[in-house]
């Protein structure tokens, strides 16, 4: 397979373990719609080096795609360009493994869905954390029945700030910490349950965001789901620099017979049944990008377009009743 990448923004690299070991050709980099000086992709480029790859660089991403007719484009631009970039490859019936959000506005996404519909291109979502051992483990038990029917989830997401790029600090060009950020949420409770979401409220702010104009630091969203499940979120971006770990993922999962709950990387089950409360041994690592492979070799697996559809549906929707509750208050 030849793949090409376009941006250095999010999270390719869930690809490159499985391209390494395919040995698959990684033919070229581009910059997205900015320029390759404004979004650091020499930079990339030197990554992508140290890591064992020799991209081409191009300075127009529509030129890669039409030059090297790739089977897979790695989409990882700035979040305002991912939709654009995802269309025009499956335009072309090129497969696209895809950064979140997968549009930055409902106008957008609806195009997007479009493409996919008439495209023999598949799509994924770089929504991992679903993969990851503990979350894998939940899965299994839920399927199994161990918590009995699901009444109830809430999750959080925390991350350190750090220095962020430039563009985080407008929304022309970041889309909100809740599409950024609190999407994996929004991702795993739908995948962990089996439910759809169908209505939400929700709220973000940028205040004491240090300085990164406009970009959301804090948020909440609280939604139901299908047979009246509640779910919960909440997202920032204010986890202390001396935490061992980049991001603080959790989830409490309640059903009618017990709970789980994702805490410090572990996964323990609360019921009468199992004696009180336990650590759970976790699955086996997954990698993200082998099972897209496995789509596009036309296998079964959940990560589906229509997942990462939705959990970029119900992210926006959030968003944007954050934004005109802010702008209610405000007036």
């Known amino acids: 397979m030849k793949i090409v990448q376009i941006g250095g923004a999010g999270h390719a690299f869930y690809a490159y373990n499985a391209i390494k070991s395919h040995a698959f050709d990684f033919a070229a980099l581009s910059c997205g719609s900015h320029g390759i000086e404004a979004e650091g992709t020499n930079a990339t480029l030197a990554d992508l080096q140290r890591r064992g790859f020799s991209p081409k660089l191009y300075s127009d991403w529509r030129e ?9 484009v790695i989409v ?10 995802a269309i025009y490859a499956l335009d072309r019936n090129i497969n696209v493994f895809c950064e979140k959000p997968l549009a930055h506005d409902l106008e957008k996404l609806t195009e997007l869905e479009a493409a996919i519909a008439n ?27 161990m918590i009995g029917e699901i009444r109830l989830m809430d999750s959080r997401k925390s991350y350190k700030l750090g220095k962020r790029p430039d563009f985080y600090k407008s929304r022309d060009t970041y889309c909100g910490i809740i599409p950024w950020v609190a999407i994996h949420a929004i991702d795993w409770m739908m995948w962990l349950s089996g439910k759809r979401y169908t209505s939400v409220t929700a709220a973000h702010s940028s205040r004491a965001n240090f300085g990164n104009g406009t970009m959301d630091i804090t948020s909440a969203a609280l939604y139901t789901m299908t047979d ?11 986890r202390p620099s001396k935490a061992t770990t980049h ?15 994702i805490t410090d990387g572990a996964l323990t089950l609360l019921s009468d049944n199992s004696g009180g409360k336990v650590v759970v041994p976790n699955e086996p690592a997954r990698d993200i990008f082998e099972d897209f492979l496995n789509v596009i070799d036309g296998g079964e697996s959940d990560l589906t377009a229509e997942s990462a559809i939705e959990a970029t549906r119900w992210a926006l929707k959030a968003r944007d009743y954050a934004d005109k509750a802010n702008l209610e208050v405000n007036v």
């Open 228 to 238: 009246n499940v509640i779910a919960t979120v909440t997202a920032d971006m204010l």
């Open 76 to 85: 990882n631009p700035w979040f305002n360009d991912i939709a654009d970039c």
């Open 64 to 72: 890669m795609i039409d030059s090297e007719k790739p089977d897979i």
């Open 247 to 261: 991001g603080d993922d959790r989830v409490r999962v309640v059903g009618t017979e017990g709970i789980l709950e």
């Open 119 to 145: 495209s023999r291109g598949k799509l994924a979502g770089m929504l991992e954390t679903r993969y990851e051992p503990t979350f894998t483990a939940a899965k299994k038990l839920i399927g199994e029945g």
